[in-house]
């Protein structure tokens, strides 16, 4: 089994920062990618930032500039450095990750976390 914990949600101010993290954990043999997603109340889930075990990255333009992301491959963990955060920007962020596990064969697997809540309000 897999899991993927996110942290570091939270209720902010416009123009402040947040970092969310998410550490995967299980039967893991490689992580492919880690991405960030989000949804908002009565809109569809977003692609917000990627990252692959390399190091390559994707935003979406509505956060280049302002969101990073970065991930440690030997913790398995995705953080996103989220600053000058917009009411626009308040979403239930989810962790996606593409793993690789090893059980009589090679598999890759899409996992997701359990999101954690961000609020941008004044």
């Known amino acids: 089994q897999v899991q993927l914990v996110e942290s570091g949600g939270g209720l902010v101010q416009p123009g402040e920062s947040l970092r969310l993290s998410c550490a995967a954990s299980?039967?893991?043999?490689?992580?492919?990618?880690m991405d960030w997603y989000r949804q908002a109340p009565g809109k569809q889930r977003e692609l917000v930032a990627g990252?692959?075990?390399?190091?390559?990255?994707i935003y979406a333009d509505s956060v280049k500039g302002r969101f990073t992301i970065s991930n440690d491959n030997a913790k398995n963990t995705v953080y996103l450095q989220m600053n000058s955060l917009k009411p626009e920007d308040t979403a239930v962020y989810y962790c996606?990750?593409?793993?690789?596990?090893?059980?009589?064969?090679?598999?890759?697997?899409?996992?997701w976390g359990q999101g954690t809540q961000v609020t941008v309000s004044s």
């Open positions: 996606k990750a593409e793993i690789v596990v090893f059980t009589i064969t090679f598999r890759n697997y899409d996992y």
């Open positions: 299980g039967s893991i043999f490689s992580i492919n990618a």
């Open positions: 990252i692959t075990s390399g190091g390559s990255t």
